[in-house]
């Protein structure tokens, strides 16, 4: 079955970068569109950004554009969430989702409800 598994986070300071990764198995990475959502304490989660089966990207918050950015190995079945310059806003548990073969990275502002999958997510916390 479809499933995701994301790993990389971890307590840094201000200023300081993280990847993250998204291992896919159960499915054929290429054939799918990749978000990662951000849920903070007492928040809803929200989107940041989507990687296509082509590889563009489209980014859902402002907030991190410029120092987010998303990139997919296929071939390693893994989708990659680089953060640079990580502030303490930034943290939370940080997932990736995906939707159904061959769908598009949603346009507008995007909803958890429009992706079908979900991996158990990877606390990130940013503090000095």
């Known amino acids: 079955q479809v499933q995701l598994v994301e790993s990389g986070g971890g307590l840094v300071q201000p200023g300081e970068s993280l990847r993250l990764s998204c291992a896919a198995s159960g499915f054929t990475l290429g054939s799918r569109a990749i978000g990662w959502f951000r849920q903070a304490p007492g928040k809803e989660r929200e989107g940041l950004l989507c990687?296509?089966?082509?590889?563009?990207?489209?980014y859902y918050s402002d907030s991190v554009k410029g120092r987010f950015t998303i990139s997919r190995d296929n071939a390693k079945s893994t989708v990659f969430l680089q953060m640079n310059n990580l502030k303490p806003e930034d943290t939370g548990v940080y997932y990736c989702?995906?939707?159904?073969?061959?769908?598009?990275?949603?346009?507008?502002?995007?909803?958890?409800?429009?992706?079908?999958?979900w991996g158990q997510g990877t606390q990130v916390t940013v503090s000095s």
């Open positions: 989702a995906t939707r159904l073969p061959y769908a598009p990275c949603p346009g507008g502002k995007v909803s958890p409800e429009e992706y079908r999958y």
């Open positions: 990687i296509g089966r082509s590889g563009a990207m489209s």
